[in-house]
């Protein structure tokens, strides 16, 4: 079983939508949890951190469920420019040696005018 | 501020033959990492660097590949020989804080498109 598992869409959604992207995780360790954006053939950059309490920046909403280890971004307000592979990163804490980032395979979005 | 540098952007390649990929991290920053990403699929992590030295080698085929960062700023990773299955993105990004830290971001570089053919 993969560490981080995503649907890997794509999601077309017009202008204005609201998307919401799953991801889940497979080891209860898990500490930190990131979403991270990535352009068609560019690098990934980091979206936000999620934290337990859920955190909002804008129009991304990132919630955090420990007791299922689920993860979700919710997307409001589409916008074109919100097209990109959006990537589930968890980072698993192994103890005293330095954690390590898993990423999931990434879940593509197209938002069409 | 400058961000991660990488070079080759591209490499061809035929099966075999050896190549090699330079990373310059943003100035500073203590932790160096080597992904590989197949299309389709997330970055996997080869190699992470802590300063000089390897915190972190366990997927790293290290029956073809080799990374070195010399003085604990500069990188390089080298294949050799490469196989079919190497073609890929190599990634290396580099953060201020290894994780996991609060304040803990990784920064990638632009990445190396490599074919195998």
């Known amino acids: 079983r993969k560490e981080v598992e995503q649907d890997p869409g794509p999601f077309n959604v017009p202008e204005g939508a609201t998307v919401a992207f799953n991801c889940t995780y497979s080891?209860?360790?898990?500490?930190?949890f990131f979403w991270y954006r990535q352009d068609c053939r560019k690098e990934p950059k980091l979206l936000m951190s999620?934290?337990?309490s859920g955190n909002e920046d804008g129009r991304f909403t990132a919630q955090l469920n420990r007791a299922s280890q689920y993860i979700s971004l919710l997307i409001r307000d589409s916008k074109l420019s919100d097209s990109a592979t959006y990537l589930c990163v968890v980072n698993l804490d192994r103890g005293s040696t330095l954690g390590r980032l898993y990423f999931g395979r990434g879940t593509q979005l197209t938002v069409w005018p | 501020e400058a961000g991660v540098a990488q070079s080759p952007r591209y490499k061809i390649i035929e099966k075999r033959q050896s190549v090699a990929f330079w990373c310059n991290p943003i100035s500073g920053h203590a932790t160096l990492y080597w992904y590989q990403q197949i299309l389709g699929q997330g970055p996997k992590l080869l190699i992470q660097?802590?300063?000089?030295?390897?915190?972190?080698d366990s997927q790293l085929p290290k029956d073809r590949f080799s990374a070195e960062r010399l003085k604990g700023v500069d990188s390089t990773l080298k294949i050799q020989p490469a196989k079919l299955e190497d073609s890929a993105v190599y990634l290396c990004?580099?953060?201020?804080?290894?994780?996991?830290?609060?304040?803990?971001?990784?920064?990638f570089g632009p990445g190396t498109r490599l074919t195998v053919t």
């Open positions: 990004a580099s953060s201020l804080e290894p994780p996991p830290s609060l304040s803990y971001e990784q920064y």
């Open positions: 660097f802590q300063n000089n030295g390897v915190v972190d």
């Open positions: 080891n209860s360790a898990s500490q930190s």
């Open positions: 999620v934290y337990s």
